[in-house]
């Protein structure tokens, strides 16, 4: 059974994450994606992983996601990569780790390089979507759902079997927070994995990320078949397998 935990951040938002404590110096830090949250495969997979291996382990739900506290439609970017720097600073502390996004996770876990980039030791993105609010989302709604959003500040955007209430304010953050013109330095390993069939996300964003690191150890993988959220138990062992290769 998983332990979730709280934390409060100094703007009185209770944070809901599952952690494993090591002796170990390295830990796996692993970022969900958007409107998603702890109780999928990956992160109980991811779990286990660390605790078979004895790694430390951290994963969250930003604010308006799961459990924690907060109304999604309150939340950004910048406060979900605030609130992940702080549970990392609070978890982590000073030790190294191998950093995994999922979907908009990738985003936020780019994010993190600004902070953390001498204690990242690896980075894996899953079906990887920075900047996907501008690039898959409102550069594709028509013109009523744009007037809506300016006008309301909200519209309620369907998407398969989900809604999601999309903001004004959410559009205009993700504006502030590109992160596909940047570079960035580090020589670690840089693995991209991203399904063939992602209806969400074109694989071309994880070849977007790739390009960012220009010193790192690169790889992409595109799985055969594999959706957006790359969570079948084949999928998840080719996950297992490429942060085996970064311990």
Known sequence: MTTFSFCKT???????????????????????????????????????????????????????????????????????????????????????FILIGSSMGAWISLNQFKYFKNQIQGFIGIGSAPEFLENLMWKKFTKKIKDEIITKKISFIKHGKYEYPITLQLIKDGKKNKVLNKKINSNIKVTMIHGSKDESVPVVYSKKVLKIFQKAQKKLIVVKGGDHSLSSPKNLKIIKNEISLMI
Do not use: C
């Not at 692993?30 to 286990?48: Q, V």
């Not at 382990?57 to 506290?69: P, Q, T, V």
């Open 10 to 96: 100094s703007r009185n938002i209770k944070i809901r994450y599952i952690k494993n404590y090591s002796k170990n110096d390295l830990y796996i830090v692993f970022l969900h994606g958007f409107m998603s949250d702890l109780e999928g495969k990956k992160p109980k997979a991811f779990l286990n992983f660390a605790k078979k291996h004895k790694l430390g382990f951290l994963a969250l739900e930003y604010s308006g996601h799961g459990k924690s506290s907060g109304k999604f439609v309150e939340g950004n970017i910048s406060k979900w990569s605030s609130q992940t720097k702080l549970l990392i600073q609070k978890i982590v502390k000073r030790k190294k």
